[in-house]
């Protein structure tokens, strides 16, 4: 009996035959989505790397925060021009006095939720930099063990 991985790779398989759409080629980020561009990614990665140069895993990790948010902000700019795009060439009928407030007007509730993602993004940038600033005020100390032997 196959498993729940053999079976969820059989049905992508099939649906892909279905659609007729080549199979996702594999990419090394997952942050990075096949229609972005890896090297611009990783020039964010690596200016956020000189700019900060962390130096102990805690330090990364909020440097590797602040990049995916960095990123996201990025994302979701491109989101909204794209989204703006598609409704207005998707009405039936367009305003030509309102060409910018008419896809928000026909759609509030995609907008809504693209503000949402926006500030919920940006609070995350923010506390990932106050964490860094926090984390080199106050190094977390290295724990001392007592050597073998010793009680």
């Not at 106050?138 to 290295?142: G, I, L, S």
């Given at each position: 009996?196959?498993?729940k991985k053999e079976t969820d790779a059989e049905y992508w398989k099939s649906r892909r035959a279905r659609l007729r759409t080549a199979a996702l080629p594999p990419h090394t980020d997952p942050a990075v989505l096949p229609?972005?561009?890896p090297a611009e990614y990783?020039?964010?990665a690596a200016a956020y790397y000189n700019r900060f140069k962390p130096t102990r895993p805690e330090e990364r990790a909020?440097?590797?925060?602040?990049?995916?948010?960095e990123w996201m902000l990025r994302r979701?700019?491109?989101t909204e021009s794209e989204l703006n795009t598609y409704i207005h060439n998707n009405c039936f009928h367009t305003h030509p006095?309102?060409?910018?407030?008419?896809?928000?007007?026909?759609?509030?509730k995609a907008f809504n939720a693209l503000q949402w993602?926006?500030?919920s993004t940006r609070k995350a940038l923010r506390e990932a930099f106050a964490a860094l600033r926090d984390l080199r005020a106050?190094?977390?100390?290295?724990s001392v063990l007592p050597p073998a032997g010793v009680d």
């Open positions: 009996m196959p498993n229609s972005e561009d990783n020039g964010l909020y440097v590797d925060d602040i990049i995916y948010c979701l700019a491109r006095d309102f060409a910018l407030g008419q896809p928000a007007a026909e759609k509030p993602r926006f500030v106050h190094p977390v100390r290295d």
